[in-house]
Every structure is written in C-alpha cells, then in structure tokens.
C-alpha cells in the first residue's frame, strides 16, 4: 500500500518568514496530493491540492510543488501569519475509491 | 452549506461501555469515511462506504468496532466493549465519488475510555 513521510514534524518560523514542509509518497500511481491544515479542536480542512498532471499550484500565499520522478511534493507559505500556526497534513491518492493516505503532520508556529 | 455534523464532540465512559458515534454527511456526497487520529498513529482510515455500502473495512481494528450506514443522510460508529485503548479523536468525512475529490471532515468526537 501507500506510504507517505512527511517531515518537519514541527516547524517553528517568525511571522513574515516562509514555511516548507515537505513530503513523500511511495506509491508510483498516486495521482492526487490534497493538503489539510487542522486547528486546535477542528477537524482537517483542505487548503490546497494538485493533482499529477501539474508540477505546481498556487493560491495567494500558499503554493504546492510536485515532483513525480522523485516521488515528493511541497507545501509552501509564504508571508506566515499567526493564524497560520495549526497542524499540516500532506497525503496521497490513487483514485479509484479513494484511500487517502496521510502524513504524519506537521506543527506549525508561527511566532509573533 | 452545513458541514459534516458529528455528535457527540465529546465521550467519557467506562470501559467495558457500549459507544455509539454518530454521523451526518454533506448533503449530496456519496462517500463517506471513518477515522481515528491519535499522536501515536496519526490519522487512520477505518471504514468506507460508497453509496452506503461499506467497501474497505481493512482499518477497523479488530470485532468490537462496527459501522453502519442505513441512509444517505447518517452513519454510525459502534464500539462494543471499550476499552483504554479505544481513545482517540474518531472523525467522520463525505465526498462525492469522482476521481480525486477532497474530502471533508467534521470536527470529531474525543473519546476517552477511563
């Protein structure tokens, strides 16, 4: 089955940096790369996904990168905000019925 | 447009309880999935369902868990007896079924075991 890495698992960064968090996947069939960002009590709510037929997306200051050879996708936030500070989750999916597999998260600071 | 309710947001309860979990999807989706979030696993994809036949129930840890999904509109998440180890956040999440369409989640049910 898939398998997704993901990593920093934490990640701290001044307010106005950039954030990057970066994945793996291990499936070669995957297809589909959702990223869901999850606040303190909250359910995961997508943010941004790409699917393999791009290499990139971007949506005001966040923007993913998708590199099939290498197996990896990116998460990029640019200008961080405090309210950008949550827990991030890359996954994975071949379609079909759609198993969605997920990284392990990452805690996001972002410091005033 | 109203989310994926879950309830309850919260269960305390001893073990050896009954639990019962429930679930309303978005309006329209037709795929529906059970999850368990813990920090040691992470997100974990317990049950499917498309068109509220259960398709993969490969996640569900073992025979006390059950789900059930008698309508378009509501699903169910049993465990039956619970134990310590059964806590967890459990969420729900719907889908239409196409290729490569987001899931969305409800906000979960922290479930402790004492």
């Known amino acids: 089955g898939e398998n997704v890495e993901q990593h920093p698992s934490t990640l701290s960064v001044q307010e106005g940096d950039s954030a990057v968090i970066k994945c793996t996947y291990s499936?070669?069939?995957?297809?589909?790369f959702p990223w869901y960002k999850q606040e303190l009590g909250k359910g995961p709510q997508l943010i941004i996904d790409?699917?393999?037929?791009?290499g990139e997306k971007k949506d005001q200051r966040i923007a993913v990168t998708l590199n099939k050879t290498a197996k990896h996708f990116s998460l990029h936030i640019t200008e961080t905000q405090p309210e950008d500070s949550a827990v991030y989750f890359c996954a994975a999916s071949s379609g079909g019925y759609q198993k969605v597999t997920f990284g392990i998260g990452t805690k996001l600071q972002v410091i005033p | 447009d109203a989310g994926v309710i879950q309830s309850p947001r919260h269960e305390v309860t001893e073990m050896g309880q009954e639990v019962t979990l429930r679930c309303k999807p978005i309006s329209g989706h037709n795929s529906l999935f059970w999850y368990r979030q813990t920090m040691m696993r992470g997100l974990e994809l317990l049950i499917y369902f498309n068109n509220n036949v259960p398709i993969d129930d490969s996640g569900m840890p073992e025979d006390r868990f059950s789900a059930k999904m008698p309508n378009a509109s509501f699903s169910t998440l049993k465990i039956q007896p619970s134990e310590p180890r059964d806590s967890a956040v459990y969420f729900c999440?719907?889908?239409?079924?196409?290729?490569?369409?987001?899931?969305?989640f409800g906000d979960g049910t922290r479930l402790s075991i004492l």
């Open positions: 790409i699917r393999s037929n791009v």
């Open positions: 499936d070669s069939a995957s297809n589909y």
């Open positions: 999440a719907s889908s239409f079924e196409d290729s490569n369409q987001p899931q969305h």
